[in-house]
């Protein structure tokens, strides 16, 4: 299986703040890379797509980054409705798989 | 807009079988090129996927839980069911139901239902 490190674990951070996520892959996925945000109680929704495409309706601070192993997601100013846990999950090979998540909160 | 409804059994014995349903609504999951899948996540883990059908009834599970689940579909009721058996505490937590498309991106999901294991 391809395994999926996220860091950090958790994040704490400010209205405002430019907030980055990283994800690494233990192989080259290409650009076989999606974002989900979870919000508490809720199932996860799709942010980003093919590792930097924004998914439609999603507001234009969240990006995301990256090709081969390494990839990035960033949010450029955190709103107070940003807080979530946040995973990457890559469908590069079966099984999916998901990075343990990045929980975000407000400073 | 495309909905998926988790149901079935919330509480369940150890050793038993859980059995879920996800019922698809305001679209159809004969629809071509869509996978339909389960995911769950375990009390302070992050998501694993179980497995997908697709509506021609071509399963694929997670090599980790293959030989306990069973997908499958069932077209006339556009629903998609999940069997997990040998049921054990660590199989407790929430279970989802999910559509996937072409670039294994899981764009609607269903609220979730969650499973408990326990005598």
């Known amino acids: 299986d391809i395994q999926m490190t996220q860091s950090p674990s958790s994040l704490s951070a400010s209205v405002g703040d430019r907030v980055t996520i990283t994800c690494q892959a233990s192989?080259?996925?290409?650009?076989?890379l999606n974002w989900y945000q979870q919000r508490p109680g809720k199932a996860p929704k799709i942010v980003i797509f093919?590792?930097?495409r924004l998914k439609t309706g999603v507001p234009s601070r969240f990006s995301g980054s990256g090709s081969g192993s390494h990839f990035t997601f960033t949010i450029t100013s955190l709103q107070p409705e940003d807080i979530a846990t946040y995973y990457c999950?890559?469908?590069?090979?079966?099984?999916?798989?998901f990075g343990q998540g990045t929980k975000l909160e407000i400073k | 807009q495309l909905q998926l409804q988790e149901s079935g059994s919330g509480l369940v014995k150890p050793s038993q079988t859980l059995s879920l349903t996800c019922a698809v609504s305001?679209?159809?999951?004969?629809?071509?090129?869509?996978?339909w899948n389960w995911i769950r996540q375990l009390p302070g883990k992050g998501l694993e996927w179980i497995g997908y059908?697709?509506?021609?009834?071509?399963?694929y599970y997670n090599p980790s839980l293959k030989s306990r689940v069973t997908i499958s579909v069932d077209r006339s009721k556009n629903h998609f069911s999940l069997k997990l058996n040998s049921l054990t505490a660590a199989d407790t937590g929430l279970y989802f139901c999910?559509?996937?498309?072409?670039?294994?991106?899981?764009?609607?999901w269903g609220q979730g239902t969650l499973v408990t294991v326990s005598s």
């Open positions: 999910a559509r996937g498309d072409s670039s294994g991106e899981f764009d609607y």
């Open positions: 305001n679209g159809s999951l004969s629809s071509g090129g869509y996978s």
């Open positions: 059908i697709y509506h021609s009834g071509s399963p």
């Open positions: 192989q080259d996925i290409t650009n076989y």
């Open positions: 093919d590792a930097s």
């Open positions: 999950q890559q469908y590069d090979d079966l099984p999916y798989t």
